[in-house]
């Protein structure tokens, strides 16, 4: 990214397109996806006013329905950025999203046009699901308070969090500290690790008794744990 795409930023501040901030950003994201908190820092450093990349990307609008309304607005964002910076906000910026949206309904703009209905040529309507929608949605489910989202009132493009699952959420889980995800690695690990225990000691046993038959039997077992693990 810096040597071949913008070799001056090492140098000085350098103007970055929308796409490849978010790429730049999205790659920190996957080099730590089993821990998204460990990319925190980096994608911070990214978007800090101070930093060398001079970029437009903000995950901020206005409702063009009411233009004292804020907005989330991801559509310049990928799909893994989006989720990302969605985990990011609800873990760490909590206050700030109680200021933008005055302790309101937190309010996510779906689709590039603020319209969740497009017309065709023919002249009739059909209902459409911005596909930006259908990931948040996504997300939201894996989380450990899952979030449904709520079409606003006055907009039909934008969606809402349910005020009474994201009170739910900021009640369980601690701002700044907490994993907001439910982890299924983690949930894999423990079971690794006894694995790994059963297998050393049956080895340890196979070593003190020097009987073939002992030695078959261990083997055996071992061979069949292995095979119901993998399963």
């Not at 040529?121 to 989202?149: A, H, Q, T, V």
């Amino acid at each position: 990214f810096h040597n071949e795409l913008y070799p001056d930023i090492k140098f000085k501040p350098t103007s970055i397109s929308l796409n490849d901030i978010d790429k730049l950003i999205e790659v920190y994201v996957l080099l730590n996806k089993k821990s998204w908190m460990k990319s925190v820092k980096d994608v911070e450093r990214i978007l800090s006013q101070k930093s060398t990349y001079i970029h437009s990307l903000s995950c901020w609008t206005q409702d063009i329905l009411n233009k004292k309304q804020t907005l989330l607005d991801f559509n310049y964002f990928s799909t893994t950025s989006t989720c990302f910076i969605l985990r990011y906000l609800m873990v760490f910026k909590r206050q700030e999203l109680k200021r933008k949206f005055k302790n309101g309904p937190i309010k996510i703009l779906c689709g590039k046009s603020q319209f969740s209905k497009r017309e065709r040529f023919s002249g009739w309507k059909e209902d459409y699901e911005s596909p930006k929608k259908k990931s948040i949605e996504n997300e939201l489910n894996k989380w450990k308070i899952k979030i449904r989202l709520e079409q606003d009132k006055y907009n039909p493009a934008v969606q809402c969090l349910n005020e009474e699952d994201v009170k739910l959420l900021f009640e369980t889980v601690p701002p700044g500290k907490g994993f907001i995800v439910i982890d299924l690695f983690s949930l894999i690990e423990p079971m690794i690790f006894h694995f790994k225990y059963f297998v050393s000691f049956f080895c340890l046993f196979d070593k003190l008794f020097d009987n073939v038959h002992f030695k078959k039997s261990t083997s055996s077992i071992v061979s069949n744990a292995k095979t119901n693990f993998l399963r």
